[in-house]
């Protein structure tokens, strides 16, 4: 039986947070510990939680703090600075921190700034503005790339032990690939592309998994048109029923900023 829970709504939150410590995971993934903050009142209850990060300009010390009017974020200046969703990785409860992965690419604002953050650094965090609590199901299929992977990494540490779960993962080379904990039962398959956009691995590699167990649910989050892709595949091919599956897109390529409110096909 699967079993969607309601969301949660939180009251809007903006935190002044500083970096603790920084990690390189992998070849693309940079792990930023925050503390600080009220963070002792942030509630993360699912794995796809995320909070919006707000990271200095360029050559400036700390971002422009926001203020919240009427339930929205307000900048004083004006101005909309760079503001950008990364999941809550994970939330320390007992230290007051907070762990966000963050893929490394080319050429933008916050990627830029996770490869040379230091250690007190100063950022700022506004939300979660909701929680999806998990889905209750027996099984599970999660199809991501290097920008969905710490949601993938949560969704598979949050999991009963009676639960299995198969994860389809596109990364630019084996290099991306870290371990997975997880108490189901799992199947992990790692896709890659050096040269190209690795989601678009994910839509020809869907023939990797097992989609004829009954009650499945499958998430499956990424780049816009790769994820445009696995939904159609995922339509085309199999007999689903809306509340199976979740296709969210992360990021577009070409475009910054990409709001994932955004539909699909838009
Ligand atoms: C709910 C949600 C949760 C998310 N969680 C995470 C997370 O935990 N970790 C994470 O790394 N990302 C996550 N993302 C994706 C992240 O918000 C975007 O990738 C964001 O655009 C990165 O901001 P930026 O400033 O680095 O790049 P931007 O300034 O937004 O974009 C600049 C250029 O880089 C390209 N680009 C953006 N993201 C990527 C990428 N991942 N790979 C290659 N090229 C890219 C754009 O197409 C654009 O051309 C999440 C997105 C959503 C909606």
């Known amino acids: 039986m699967l079993t969607i829970p309601k969301v949660v709504l939180h009251e809007l939150a903006v935190r002044q947070l500083q970096v603790i410590t920084v990690e390189d995971l992998s070849a693309h993934m940079v792990r930023v510990r925050l503390g600080g903050g009220d963070l002792e009142t942030l509630a993360s209850l699912g794995p796809t939680d995320h909070i919006k990060l707000l990271v200095p300009g360029e050559g400036e010390d700390e971002p422009e703090w926001p203020v919240i009017e009427n339930g929205r974020i307000r900048f004083?200046?004006?101005?909309?600075?760079?503001?950008?969703?990364?999941?809550?990785?994970?939330h320390h409860v007992q230290?007051?921190?907070?762990?966000?992965?963050?893929?490394?690419?080319?050429?933008?604002?916050?990627?830029?700034?996770?490869?040379?953050a230091s250690v007190g650094a100063l950022v700022g965090t506004g939300g979660p503005r909701g929680s999806h609590p998990m889905p209750i199901s027996d099984h599970y299929v999660l199809i991501g790339d290097l920008s969905s992977l710490p949601a993938v990494a949560r969704w598979l540490e949050e999991l009963p032990a009676s639960a299995t779960a198969q994860t389809l993962v596109a990364g630019a080379g084996p290099g991306d690939e870290i371990e997975l904990q997880s108490r189901a039962s799992t199947t992990i398959h790692w896709v890659h592309d050096e040269s190209g956009v690795p989601a678009d691995r994910l839509a020809s590699s869907l023939d990797l998994l097992d989609l004829?167990?009954?009650?499945?649910?499958?998430?499956?989050?990424?780049?816009?048109?790769?994820?445009?892709?696995?939904?159609?595949?995922?339509?085309?091919?199999?007999?689903?029923?809306?509340?199976?599956?979740?296709?969210?897109?992360?990021?577009?390529?070409?475009?910054?900023?990409?709001?994932?409110?955004?539909?699909?096909?838009?």
Request: no cysteine.
């Open 95 to 116: 230290s007051n921190a907070i762990d966000i992965d963050v893929a490394v690419h080319e050429a933008g604002h916050v990627s830029t700034w996770s490869r040379t």
């Open 212 to 266: 004829t167990r009954p009650d499945l649910y499958v998430w499956a989050a990424g780049e816009v048109l790769a994820m445009r892709s696995v939904r159609d595949w995922l339509s085309d091919e199999h007999d689903f029923e809306q509340e199976q599956v979740s296709v969210d897109g992360y990021w577009r390529r070409g475009e910054a900023d990409y709001d994932h409110h955004r539909p699909l096909d838009d």
């Open 76 to 90: 004083p200046s004006g101005r909309r600075p760079p503001l950008r969703d990364y999941t809550i990785r994970r």
